[in-house]
């Protein structure tokens, strides 16, 4: 069964974790969650409220990490998933996360980002020159690594696949899905 890989950790969006793991199963694949090490993580929800110049934070679920990022091998897996929340603030500074995302650049094979998941795209490295969408307080952070912002719902660029936030779930999660097809990765039976 083909692999694909959920890299996070706490404080990671609730939603933007479950709702690419729970789709991607649907359609066959196994998803495992990658943090920088095993244990139950703790997410977050985010919520926009009137008035408020930002979004607000509460607990979310909590969820068990499958494998620690030094104990992953990129090549047993076909693509990757980064969702959003505060994990990204902190796991950009891993340096076993961003040796798993230059994996998946230099191979070409698919990417999903969501919100603030390309903050460990830019510090990977592998935004430069590229167009990706993200949480839109997030343009100077993509244009300082090196890329091209675009707020948009499903953009796509190559292997990599964004968006801003979850909302934009169905259109991010669509092109995904789609570019898995593209990139002939095997839909199990």
């Not at 069964?1 to 199963?25: C, H, K, N, S, W």
């Not at 076909?78 to 902190?90: D, K, L, M, N, S």
């Not at 948009?152 to 789609?178: I, Q």
Request: charged content about 25%; overall charge negative.
């Amino acid at each position: 069964m083909a692999r694909i890989l959920i890299l996070t950790g706490d404080a990671a969006e609730t939603l933007e974790v479950f709702y690419p793991y729970q789709r991607l199963r649907e359609a066959g694949y196994e998803v495992h969650i990658a943090a920088p090490e095993k244990k139950k993580l703790q997410f977050v929800v985010h919520d926009f409220v009137d008035g408020f110049d930002t979004y607000t934070e509460k607990l979310g679920h909590t969820w068990d990490a499958d494998i620690a990022f030094k104990d992953v091998n990129p090549a047993d897996y076909v693509a990757i998933v980064v969702p959003g929340g505060r994990a990204p603030e902190y796991i950009r500074n891993d340096e076993d996360a961003k040796r798993i995302v230059r994996y998946f650049f230099e191979k070409n094979a698919p990417v999903a980002a969501l919100c603030h998941g390309p903050l460990l795209l830019a510090a990977a490295g592998v935004l430069k020159g590229r167009t990706t969408s993200a949480y839109p307080a997030l343009q100077v952070d993509v244009e300082l690594g090196g890329g091209i912002f675009e707020g948009g719902a499903g953009v796509v660029d190559g292997n990599l696949v964004s968006g801003r936030a979850w909302p934009d779930h169905p259109e991010w999660m669509r092109e995904f899905m789609k570019l898995l097809e593209t990139a002939q990765v095997p839909v199990p039976a």
